[in-house]
C-alpha cells in the first residue's frame, strides 16, 4: 500500500523450497538495484506447492496468500519489516476452505481490510465460486461469512472489491464477468 514493497508468490524456478518471496523496492535507484528481495517463505513448510495470489491489506501490516499449498490453502501473514529476515512474514492465520484438492487462484481484502473475498477451484462448492471471510486479527481467525453462487459457468478466476466495499467482481475462465452486490 505504500509502494516501498513487493510480495510475488508462485512455483519459482531457482528458488527451492520458497514460493513467496518480498522485495523492498526503491523506485530511486538504479534499474539494476530495484529490488532487493527482504525475505522468503514457503507457506506449507515443504512440499510442492504453488503460490497463485498474494495481496496485502490495506494498511499494510498483513498479506493474504492463497494457492495449492498444503493442509490450509489461504494464510494470512503480519509482516514486519523491520523484524529480523527469518520473522519478517508471520503466520496469523490459516484455513482450508473446501478440502483437500482446493486452488485458490485469487485473494483481495476490502478496502476497509476487514474482509477477504477468494475465488478458484474449491472443494465442495457448487460451481467455484467465491468464499468471503471476515479477519480477525487479535484473535488470529477467519470466520466464513458467505458464498456466491453464480449462475454463470466456469471456475473463479479473479474477484476485486469496488472502492466503497459494497460490490465484488468476479472474473471467470469461461469469460464471463459478474458483479455481486454484497
Known amino acids: 500500500p505504500n509502494g516501498k514493497y513487493l510480495a510475488i508468490g508462485g512455483n519459482i524456478s531457482g528458488i527451492p ?9 526503491d523506485s530511486s535507484a538504479s534499474f539494476i538495484n530495484v529490488l532487493t528481495e527482504i525475505t522468503s517463505v514457503n507457506p506449507s513448510g515443504g512440499g510442492n506447492d504453488i ?3 498474494v495481496n496485502w491489506s490495506p494498511d499494510g ?14 494464510i494470512v501473514y503480519s509482516f514486519d519489516p523491520s523484524a529480523p529476515f527469518a520473522n519478517i512474514l508471520t503466520e496469523v492465520a490459516s484455513v482450508d476452505p473446501g478440502g483437500s484438492s482446493n486452488s485458490i487462484f485469487s485473494v483481495n481484502w476490502s478496502p476497509d ?12 462448492t ?6 468471503v471471510y471476515s479477519f480477525d486479527p487479535s484473535a488470529s481467525s477467519f470466520t466464513r461469512l458467505t ?10 478466476i479473479s474477484v476485486n472489491w469496488s472502492p ?9 475462465i469461461s469469460s464471463s464477468l459478474n458483479i455481486n452486490n454484497l
Open 147 to 156: 458464498q456466491i453462487a453464480s449462475a454463470n459457468p466456469g471456475t473463479c
Open 164 to 172: 466503497d466495499g459494497t460490490f465484488i467482481a468476479i472474473g471467470r
Open 51 to 53: 503460490v497463485n495470489s
Open 17 to 25: 523450497s520458497n514460493d513467496l518471496i518480498v522485495y523492498s523496492f
Open 61 to 74: 501490516k498483513y498479506l493474504a496468500v492463497g494457492g495449492q499449498i498444503s493442509n490450509n490453502d489461504l
Open 126 to 131: 457448487p460451481s467455484d465460486d467465491l468464499i
Open 113 to 124: 481490510g476487514k474482509y477477504l473475498a477468494i475465488g478458484g477451484q474449491i472443494s465442495g
